[in-house]
């Protein structure tokens, strides 16, 4: 029974490790993505698979949004007032409200701004915001920066490192009890002599 157990613990760590691995190995991944989008291509908000992200950064979509709150983002055919949408100007992004449409551009303004930001080409805006999740975007914003990215990968080394000395100081145990054990068979076998 015992070393079912153990095999268990063992096959447990082994799916940990394995999922620390995947997950450190997307993060790296979408890392590397994203940096190239917005270095090389000067995409400041790539949008995979029609999805993207963003944080708010300012206070201009008061209260519907605020600082730090991560926005979901999905591309569009077409978008109508009221959308909330996040477009690029230049390497910033803009998270702002259509007031007014037009043929080929829409005009947007902040919820907390008394005036219209300037009319915004289609081809610019990234899409319409899905949701929001409050706060979640410091984290994002702290995970962009190398000191971020540096974190991350040095926890997921150490949580690695961890579940091998966990592991091998039981290997260890159960050697030395079957050690034991030989040593204690071993006399039985000396005394019936």
Not at 32 to 43: E, P, S
Not at 57 to 74: H, I, Q
Request: glycine residues 8%; charged residues 25%.
């Amino acid at each position: 029974m015992r070393p079912e157990r153990k095999k268990n613990k063992g096959s447990g760590r082994t799916v940990f490790r394995i999922v620390l691995i995947a997950f450190l190995s997307v993060f790296i991944g979408a890392s590397l993505y994203t940096v190239n989008a917005r270095r090389v291509l000067r995409n400041a908000m790539p949008m995979p698979f029609g999805c993207g992200m963003s944080v708010v950064l300012s206070g201009s979509m008061e209260p519907t949004l605020s600082v730090n709150d991560l926005v979901f983002v999905r591309a569009a055919e077409d978008y109508a007032v009221g959308d909330v949408v996040v477009y690029q100007s230049g390497s910033s992004l803009i998270i702002h409200r259509i007031v007014r449409t037009g043929d080929g551009y829409v005009v947007t303004r902040g919820d907390a701004n008394n005036a219209e930001d300037d009319p915004v080409r289609l081809e610019s805006v990234k899409g319409r915001m899905v949701f929001a999740v409050p706060v979640v975007g410091a984290v994002i914003r702290l995970l962009q920066t190398l000191p971020g990215t540096l974190i991350v990968i040095a926890l997921a080394v150490f949580l690695m490192n961890r579940s091998w000395t966990r592991e091998r100081e039981e290997d260890d145990r159960e050697i030395e009890k079957i050690k034991a054990e030989i040593r204690r068979l071993k006399e039985e076998e000396e005394q019936k002599q």
